[in-house]
């Protein structure tokens, strides 16, 4: 596993437990898939995108949403 990307997923994740009351839960996958999925919506694809989210930008995002 991509150690990089799940210390960073695994940060990202305690954030939206803080912020947002939320149930977090991290999905190991492969080839650098990273997603957020609320209440079964697509919310950011690394996938699509080819990076890591900016995770102010997400999280403010997920604020507003």
Do not use: N
Request: no cysteine; proline share 2%.
């Amino acid at each position: 596993r991509a150690v990089k990307y799940y210390d960073r997923a695994a940060g990202l994740a305690a954030k939206f437990t803080e912020s947002f009351s939320a149930e977090t839960q991290l999905i190991e996958s492969g080839g650098g898939v990273f997603e957020v999925v609320v209440d079964g919506r697509l919310i950011y694809s690394k996938k699509a995108t080819g990076e890591f989210p900016d995770e102010e930008l997400l999280l403010k995002g997920l604020a507003t949403s």
